[in-house]
Structure formats: structure tokens, C-alpha cells
């Protein structure tokens, strides 16, 4: 079985920062595309930042500047570098990752981890 495990969220001040990471773990072949997905209250689940396996990324305009998105693929683990908080960035965030693993290529999803920024 595959699993992505997060870690690193919590509570902090606006203009405070914050690093998540998300390990993948199980049989894995080899991993595309990792993301960073975030639902706040009352809202649809959004995409928030992406990054290949060759590095490259996106990021949705609301975060551009601020957050960071990397990836240690020796290591199965994508982190997000969140700095410059604000306290519309409160949600849950959630990890993804597009793995071909057990002969089978589909979207794993982290359990999420809560990320609060208070004004």
C-alpha cells in the first residue's frame, strides 16, 4: 500500500511562517507530479501550488511570492515553505501526489494538516 504522511502545521501569527512536509511511502515505482491542495471552511478544495519531477512549478496567484514549493525525490517527500502567513491562508492542507506503484499509476492524497494564521 502507498501512503503520503504529512507533518508540520500548526498555529501562527500573520506574517509568521510555516514548512510542511509529505513523505510518500509503500511500493513505489516512481512519482510525477507532487501538489499542496488547502480547504478552508465553507469552501471548495483548492490547488494551491504543484511541482514535476524535474522541478518545475506553479503556484496559484494568491501564494506566488510567498510560498515555496520543493522536493527530495531521493526521499519521496515534497515540503511547502509558507512565509509572509496570512490569516486567509487558514485551511487544511492537504498533499498529493501522482505515484505508480503496484503495477497501478493513480492519485494518492495526505490525511491533511491544519495550518491556522491569526491576525
Known amino acids: 500500500q502507498v501512503q503520503l504522511v504529512e507533518s508540520g502545521g500548526g498555529a501562527v501569527q500573520a506574517g509568521g511562517s510555516l514548512r510542511l512536509s509529505c513523505a510518500a511511502s509503500?511500493?513505489?515505482?516512481?512519482?510525477?507530479?507532487m501538489d499542496w491542495y488547502r480547504q478552508a471552511p465553507g469552501k471548495q478544495r483548492e490547488l494551491v501550488t504543484s511541482?514535476?519531477?524535474?522541478?518545475?512549478?506553479n503556484y496559484a496567484d494568491s501564494v506566488k511570492g510567498r510560498f515555496t514549493i520543493s522536493r527530495d525525490n531521493a526521499k519521496n517527500t515534497v515540503y511547502l515553505q509558507m512565509n509572509s502567513l496570512k490569516p486567509e491562508d487558514t485551511a487544511v492542507y492537504y498533499c498529493?501526489?501522482?505515484?505508480w506503484g503496484f503495477g497501478v499509476r493513480r492519485d494518492y492524497w495526505g490525511q491533511g494538516t491544519q495550518v491556522t494564521v491569526s491576525s
Open positions: 498529493n501526489a501522482d505515484i
Open positions: 511541482i514535476t519531477s524535474a522541478g518545475s512549478t
Open positions: 509503500g511500493s513505489i515505482f516512481r512519482i510525477y507530479n
